[in-house]
């Protein structure tokens, strides 16, 4: 067997070592910005879009930069060995790290949402502090909600999956609306258990006005085990509003 020329091992393995610190480095940078962004965030509302649209892919990308670092690494302190074998050793690590990364891959779209679950409940569940009197405000429930949403906010709320969220200061009045999308958000599968049931399709089959209820139909798909279902909701009155709520609103979206 040819051996591979001394020179080129030795730039190899020099440049190797530089290359693999710098993967897993920007690994570490990306870990690194999402949660410090996350702690130096303060509203929860916004917390909580940021990690829904961003924690999974942020360390999926992590993965796959340190993936590529440790396997440039541990084919970095390559002694002389035949050419064959030079391929041969690349050609596993990078088996291997194909095998981790679809493992990784995998954990991440199917045991990590539990764990974001948990963390987006008690975000979007913990009483917002009115910044008029500096007091917990108080989560409407449903039925108290719709006084505080215009006809627009109930009808989106009843139709696209769209839940408003309206905290109100009893003290001054102040509400502060917050805005959550059923599309980005799966729920437990029935079938499966995991988090991964999501509402892939509406069907509108009646409108509700101010006399009538409407009625909708949600088509539900699970991304792990391909489980469907569908299921009709009855979608309230609107409550028409007189007059402009004298109330102070900030619609965070
Ligand atoms: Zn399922």
Redesign the pocket.
């Known amino acids: 067997m040819e051996e591979a020329p001394l020179q080129f091992i030795e730039t190899w393995n020099a440049w190797g070592k530089i290359a693999a610190i710098g993967f897993i480095a920007l690994a570490m940078i990306r870990v690194a910005y999402h949660f410090l962004t996350l702690l130096t965030t303060k509203d929860l509302k916004k917390k909580y879009d940021f990690i829904i649209l961003k924690e999974i892919s942020a360390l999926w990308t992590a993965v796959v930069l340190l993936l590529i670092g440790v396997g440039i690494l541990a084919n970095s302190f390559i002694a002389e060995i035949g050419v064959f074998w030079f391929i041969i050793r690349g050609f596993v690590t990078l088996v291997a790290a194909l095998l981790i990364g679809i493992i990784s891959s995998n954990m991440l779209k199917f045991y990590y949402p539990f764990n974001l679950e948990k963390r987006l409940k008690r975000l979007r569940f913990t009483p917002r502090i009115s910044p008029k009197s500096g007091k917990p405000m108080k989560l409407m429930s449903e039925d108290e909600e719709d006084v505080y949403l215009d006809e627009g906010m109930q009808a989106e709320e009843n139709v696209f999956s769209i839940d408003y969220d309206v905290w109100l200061d009893e003290e001054t009045g102040f509400t502060k609306i917050e805005k959550y999308s059923g599309h980005l958000h799966a729920t437990e ?1 029935p ?2 258990s ?1 988090q ?2 999501k509402v892939i399709k509406e069907e509108l089959l009646r409108k509700p006005t101010s006399t009538e209820d409407g009625e909708l139909i949600k088509y539900y798909e ?1 991304g ?2 391909d ?1 469907r279902s569908q299921s009709n909701h009855r979608i309230g009155q609107l409550v028409i509003h007189d007059e402009q709520k004298d109330t102070s609103k900030e619609a965070a979206s």
């Open positions: 599968c079938e499966c995991y991964t049931y699970c792990f085990c489980h």
